[in-house]
């Protein structure tokens, strides 16, 4: 496969524990956008199996963009980490797999990383060279945007926002991680909370089907003050132009508002330029972010040399 059209024709996934979504991307445009099933307990290997058969189905390809869960290792191309929802996927050299497939240029991205570069250059942030994103969901993933590109870290995996200790008395001796903000401000934590009070509670979707119930609405300004809390100290250590708030949660737009409401009151009034916005790629934001960086990739590959740019990023989530 390959040979550069005048336009590429690339490859994206964006794999996660629930499903691997894909598409082709070309021209500025996504297309033949579908999910599949990940069947993540199957693990790592079966995983990138399935991914493998995803891009065979579809046809001649330039490059491969992927959007991947986990701790990744960008400039190898492998996974450095990750949690039980993909067993045995650590250390996994997506790279070298696709590469060898396919025999055309792949990269690998960490997928809030690449949902940040995809309202970067697509979305919400479109034109913003400093912004912070979050993700609230089981936990609390981050990535650092600055001058355009991702911030890494000296090991790779800067924007561990989900793990910032923000109720020290509550850390836990011998535990690595506790106290920290993804215990208090995900989703999961959400639904735990009000679960504790109306069991037959499951899932976000019913908890704000019954806001307008005191005991619920309670338990969800309590919770929207624990982000609040947690962006509120983000802003005042990078001061970015905007923050870009995602997850299905923040669709809801009485949660939105009200973030950016309590945010605002607690920040110094020297810091209140910053934008509070919602992303707006909403589930596709990672396979444009793997679009992009596959399209740069693609390209520098095939006019001989790499754009070391590409290569200086970073974030993850998960408290543990």
Not at 5 to 23: E, F, M, P, Y
Not at 76 to 89: C, F, L, S, T, V
Not at 149 to 160: D, H, L, P, T
Not at 239 to 267: D, T
Request: a neutral charge; one cysteine or more; hydrophobic letters at 40%.
């Amino acid at each position: 496969m390959g040979g550069m059209r005048n336009s590429a024709r690339l490859a994206v996934l964006d794999i996660g524990g629930t499903s691997i979504k894909s598409g082709v991307y070309e021209n500025g445009r996504m297309l033949q956008f579908k999910e599949t099933p990940t069947q993540a307990s199957k693990g790592g290997a079966f995983v990138v199996n399935r991914a493998l058969a995803i891009v065979h189905g579809m046809g001649d390809i330039d490059g491969i963009g992927i959007s991947t869960a986990g701790q990744v290792d960008f400039e190898n191309g492998k996974i450095r980490h990750a949690n039980a929802n993909i067993p045995d996927y650590t250390g996994t050299e997506l790279r070298r797999i696709f590469e060898k497939e396919f025999h055309v240029p792949a990269i690998i991205e960490n997928d809030v990383n690449a949902a940040a570069l995809g309202e970067g250059h697509y979305g919400a942030a479109r034109g913003v060279k400093d912004f912070l994103c979050l993700t609230y969901g089981t936990g609390v993933g981050g990535a650092i945007v600055i001058g355009g590109k991702i911030y890494r870290g000296a090991g790779g995996s800067a924007g561990e926002f989900g793990s910032m200790v923000i109720h020290g008395k509550q850390v836990i001796p011998g535990e690595r991680i506790s106290g920290c903000y993804e215990e208090q401000a995900s989703t999961a934590a959400l639904v735990r909370r009000v679960k504790a009070i109306m069991p037959e509670i499951t899932d976000g979707r019913q908890i704000f089907e019954k806001i307008e119930e005191p005991a619920v609405k309670k338990v969800v300004d309590s919770w929207m003050d624990e982000i609040a809390y947690g962006l509120v100290t983000l802003i005042h250590i990078f001061h970015p132009v905007c923050v870009l708030l995602g997850g299905g949660v923040m669709g809801q737009e009485y949660v939105a508002l009200s973030v950016r409401n309590r945010v605002m009151e607690k920040i110094m009034p020297s810091f209140r330029d910053v934008q509070i916005r919602t992303t707006a790629l909403g589930n596709k934001a990672g396979l444009w972010g793997a679009a992009y960086l596959a399209e740069q990739y693609t390209k520098n590959k095939e006019e001989g040399y790499e754009d070391s740019s590409l290569h200086q990023t970073g974030s993850r989530n998960h408290c543990r």
